[in-house]
C-alpha cells in the first residue's frame, strides 16, 4: 500500500504563506495498491481536487479513472472538493462512494445536495461518469483482491466512521473525526443530581467504548489520527467538538503498539511554524520509543 495525503487540514481550507509546508487543504487521503492497480481515497475535503487533476494528468496513473471513495462523515470539509473533482465529469470514469448516514438520508442525497443550483452549477443528474453510492454501517467488508476493511463508529457530532484496511499482511488505520468517549453524567458528590451507581455505570460505558477504538487501531503499521488541539485547547473549551488532543493520540497509539502515526486534521489557524514547534515537542523518538510519530503534510507518501 501507497498512502499519500492530498490534504491534512480541519474545518476549512486554509492556503497562503503560513500553511506552505504543511498544506492548506482539507483531508483527503489516497491508498493506491500497485501490485493490482487498485485505488481507495479517503474523504473529499478540498485536497481530493488536486487528486482528481493528477488522474487526468498522469499518463501512469490508472486511467480511465476506476477507484473506491470512503467518506468518514458528511461534514462539509470532508465532502466539499467532489464537485471539483475532475475525474467525475468524465465519462469512462467509475467510482464507488461508501459512507456512514443516519435514518434521515442516503450517501447520495448528501453528496448531490452539493449538486444544486443553488450552490453548484451542475446538477448531480449531469455528472457524465459512473457513481454508485453505498450507505454503510459499523462491520467487516471483502473488498475483493486480497483488501479487507473494517469500519468503526467513532466519536463525533455527527455518524463517523473510522476504516482499518488490510493488504497482504500490513494494516493502515484512519481515526479522525472523533474524542474520547465521556462518562456524561455527573460525576460531583455535592451536585444535587450525583447518583453514585449511574455515575459508575456511565464511567463504565465510556471506557468500553475506549477500549473497543483502541482496539479497532490496535498493532497497525500505520494510523492517521486526529489531532486538531493540544490537550490544554481541547480540556478549556473544545470537549464535545469531536476532536482529539495530541497528547491523547500519541499515548493511546504507544499504548497499543502502533508502529506509526500520522497526526492529522490539523487545526487551520495552526501555523507552520506552530506545527514545526509541536514536532519538537511531541515527536521525539526517545520519548516515543519504537512508535515513529510525525506530523501529516500535504504531498507525504508512506509505502507499507
Known amino acids: 500500500m501507497k498512502i499519500k495525503f492530498w490534504g491534512v487540514r480541519g474545518s476549512i481550507?486554509?492556503?497562503?504563506?503560513?500553511?506552505?509546508?504543511?498544506?492548506?487543504?482539507?483531508?483527503?487521503?489516497?491508498?493506491?495498491?500497485?501490485?493490482?492497480?487498485?485505488?481507495?481515497?479517503?474523504?473529499a475535503g478540498s485536497g481530493i481536487r488536486e487528486l482528481g487533476n493528477y488522474l487526468l494528468s498522469d499518463p501512469a496513473s490508472n486511467?480511465?479513472?476506476?477507484?473506491?471513495?470512503?467518506?468518514s462523515h458528511s461534514h462539509w470539509d470532508h465532502i466539499m472538493?467532489?464537485?471539483?473533482?475532475?475525474p467525475i465529469y468524465i465519462p469512462t470514469t467509475k467510482l464507488r462512494v461508501y459512507g456512514p448516514v443516519t435514518y434521515e438520508d442516503t450517501i447520495k442525497e448528501v453528496i448531490g445536495g452539493q449538486f444544486t443550483y443553488r450552490y453548484f452549477p451542475v446538477r448531480q443528474s449531469e455528472l457524465s461518469s459512473d457513481i454508485t453510492y453505498i450507505d454503510l454501517k459499523e462491520g467487516c467488508y471483502d473488498l475483493g483482491d486480497g483488501i479487507k476493511l473494517t469500519a468503526k463508529y467513532l466519536n463525533h457530532p455527527v455518524l463517523c466512521l473510522g476504516y482499518r484496511f488490510e493488504?497482504?499482511?500490513?494494516?493502515?488505520?484512519?481515526?479522525?473525526?472523533?474524542?474520547?468517549?465521556?462518562n456524561i453524567f455527573c460525576t460531583d458528590p455535592a451536585d444535587p443530581s450525583y447518583d453514585e451507581a449511574i455515575a459508575r455505570e456511565g464511567q463504565e460505558a465510556a471506557d468500553?467504548?475506549?477500549?473497543?477504538?483502541?482496539?479497532?487501531?490496535?498493532?497497525?503499521?500505520?494510523?492517521?489520527?486526529?489531532?486538531?488541539?493540544?490537550?490544554?485547547?481541547y480540556e478549556s473549551s473544545k470537549v464535545g467538538w469531536g476532536h482529539t488532543s495530541i497528547e491523547y493520540a500519541i499515548s493511546s497509539s504507544i499504548r497499543n503498539k502502533v508502529k506509526q502515526v500520522a497526526l492529522f486534521h490539523h487545526d487551520p489557524v495552526r501555523t507552520d511554524r506552530q506545527i514545526d514547534e509541536l514536532t519538537r515537542r511531541y515527536c521525539n523518538p526517545t520519548d516515543t520509543g519504537s512508535t515513529e510519530i510525525f506530523f501529516a503534510r500535504e504531498g507525504m507518501e508512506i509505502n507499507l
Do not use: H, M, W
Open 13 to 43: 481550507p486554509c492556503p497562503g504563506p503560513n500553511t506552505v509546508k504543511y498544506g492548506g487543504n482539507t483531508a483527503c487521503i489516497e491508498i493506491y495498491f500497485a501490485d493490482i492497480n487498485r485505488r481507495i481515497i479517503i474523504d
Open 208 to 233: 468500553l467504548a475506549n477500549s473497543l477504538v483502541e482496539a479497532f487501531f490496535s498493532n497497525a503499521d500505520l494510523i492517521v489520527y486526529d489531532v486538531q488541539y493540544t490537550r490544554n485547547e
Open 167 to 182: 493488504y497482504q499482511g500490513k494494516v493502515f488505520c484512519t481515526v479522525y473525526d472523533t474524542e474520547p468517549f465521556q
Open 81 to 86: 472538493g467532489f464537485p471539483f473533482f475532475g
Open 63 to 71: 486511467s480511465p479513472v476506476n477507484a473506491d471513495i470512503f467518506l
